[in-house]
């Protein structure tokens, strides 16, 4: 029968698909019945020798029924149509659309992929799977509304991808110590899920397993755990449970737990990993204390520690050697001195802005991790020497340090992207020297405490996005011109410049006076 054979059909009787000729099976394609209405019944042969998890699909009926066989490929029972397998292999591939309660028979060893997912019916008491059941294949029960526990018993062994994607009425579940396998987003979007239980034994926590399940507050990661994938829990915003990471651990996902804002505990990173992943921690406010980077970690990615506002303190160890951009910003708990060690390469834009560290230090002469990027301090300022082209940008100043006297050196070329973001303790005057040529996005944002910004007469390469947002100058500043050209939508420039807080050097350079450009970019330095 060809798929949308029957759709929207209208049948005020039964419907009776007689049983295929001698030596042939009859084959039901996807969506046969889409949206048919039948007030009778709908009577199915037992010589069915092909079927999809949607050949009923949308099917509304006044019964179903299938001729009862024991030698036919499938069988239908508790509204479940079941295929017979080798050595007594029983798989769930299709169902009754209008199923409202969820039996499955004891003796069925397999959820085919998809088979529930053509369910539109809401189940209630929530869904057990037999102890006989091997596998539970992709997409199985995704969409499911099924209201209360979802239990999983002790000899199940795999779970598909998606399994039970989005299915927004489960209260808990249990992840057996007999499962080995689990594809990636098998609990996505489960909203309901207040509880996850996972079994000592369990190696791997999966891609997405929990993304999304924003009411889940309590799970415990098994101490056999090793690798936990990305986006494992992210956005399971409710999550109460103290982060204990596994000593063996070895494998840390990118945005892991981003956004898991009530997590607590400590950051004890095991001395296993390596990399830690694009924003593993983003946005864990919760998390407290010290944190310590291990010297196994040679890289941390980008947002890895961005918005963590309850940590205190940072302290990293010899053998890290990227630093990737807001890896630590936003972090406004911080406290204390960085200590920049001698073996980091390279240092990105916008790592530690609006994060309130009271100082930076660098070993004596800057680090020797690269020879084209050195890191130094001077003047409490974050410095950045490339020394291929003798440009030198200022990467930060402390947002947590009060200062009436901050002085830019005279060689800066570039203050880069969050640069001074954050720090409200910058007061008096601030003079940018003519040698610098470019100013980050964000690079004096929020600068709030600045009485006045001394700008040089000269020609800017690059004013990126809102480097100048959120200053709170009062006074007018003889010698301050609107720019040349800017883009309306820019809230900075038109802020900055159209409100007069600005003074000009005494002299012009190459006979220019205050020609900034603005460039709207993806990127800052």
Not at 355 to 365: E, K, V
Request: aromatic share 10%.
């Amino acid at each position: 029968i060809e798929t949308w054979a029957f759709e929207y059909i209208e049948v005020t009787g039964d419907i009776t698909i007689g049983e295929p000729s001698a030596g042939e099976t009859l084959t039901i394609q996807s969506n046969v019945f889409s949206r048919a209405e039948v007030d009778g019944k709908v009577n199915l042969p037992a010589g069915i020798g092909s079927m999809t998890y949607d050949s009923f699909s949308g099917l509304v009926h006044g019964g179903l029924t299938m001729t009862a066989s024991e030698t036919s490929k499938y069988y239908f029972q508790n509204g479940l149509f079941i295929e017979r397998g080798d050595e007594g292999a029983k798989t769930v591939v299709a169902i009754d659309p209008l199923l409202d309660q969820i039996e499955i028979p004891s003796d069925v060893t397999a959820i085919g992929n998809s088979a529930f997912a053509s369910l539109e019916t809401e189940i209630s008491g929530g869904l057990t799977i037999p102890a006989n059941v091997k596998s539970i294949g992709s997409y199985a029960f995704a969409y499911l509304n099924a209201a209360g526990p979802l239990v999983l018993n002790e000899g199940l062994e795999s779970i598909g991808g998606e399994a039970f994607y989005d299915c927004e009425g489960f209260t808990s579940v249990t992840i057996p110590a007999s499962v080995t396998s689990i594809g990636s987003y098998a609990f996505e979007d489960c909203i309901g899920l207040t509880e996850a239980v996972l079994s000592e034994g369990m190696t791997s926590i999966s891609n997405n397993m929990f993304d999304g399940c924003t009411a889940l507050e309590s799970v415990t990661i098994p101490s056999t755990v090793t690798s936990i994938g990305s986006s494992a829990f992210r956005n399971c915003s409710s999550l109460e449970s103290e982060l204990n990471l596994p000593a063996g651990l070895t494998s840390l996902g990118s945005s892991a737990f981003y956004g898991c804002s009530s997590m607590t505990g400590t950051i004890t990173i095991p001395a296993g990993i390596t990399t830690l992943n694009t924003s593993v921690f983003q946005g864990c406010s919760s998390l407290t204390g010290a944190l310590e980077i291990p010297a196994s970690v040679t890289t941390i990615y980008s947002n890895v520690f961005n918005g963590c506002s309850g940590i205190t303190s940072v302290v990293f160890n010899d053998g890290l050697e990227y630093i990737d951009s807001y890896a630590f910003a936003n972090m406004t708990g911080v406290t204390g001195t960085l200590a920049i060690p001698t073996t980091v390469e390279r240092i990105y834009a916008g790592v530690f802005m609006n994060s309130t560290f009271t100082g930076f230090s660098a070993p004596a002469g800057g680090t020797t991790g690269s020879t084209s990027y050195v890191y130094v301090v001077e003047n409490d300022m974050l410095i950045q020497n490339y020394t291929n082209n003798n440009t030198r940008t200022v990467i930060a100043f402390p947002a947590g340090l009060a200062s009436d006297s901050v002085t830019i050196p005279n060689d800066i070329g570039v203050i880069g992207e969050g640069a001074f973001s954050g720090n409200s303790g910058i007061t008096g005057d601030l003079r940018i020297p003519e040698s610098v040529l470019t100013i980050g996005s964000e690079a004096f944002a929020n600068c709030i405490g600045v009485d006045r910004f001394i700008i040089p007469g000269r020609t800017w390469s690059n004013v990126y996005d809102d480097a100048f947002m959120n200053i709170n100058i009062a006074q007018d500043v003889e010698g301050t011109v609107t720019p040349i050209e800017h883009t309306p939508t820019d809230s900075s420039i038109e802020t900055v410049f159209n409100a007069s807080q600005f003074e000009r050097s005494a002299t012009p350079m190459d006979g220019k006076w205050f020609n900034y450009d603005y460039i709207n970019s993806y990127s800052s330095p």
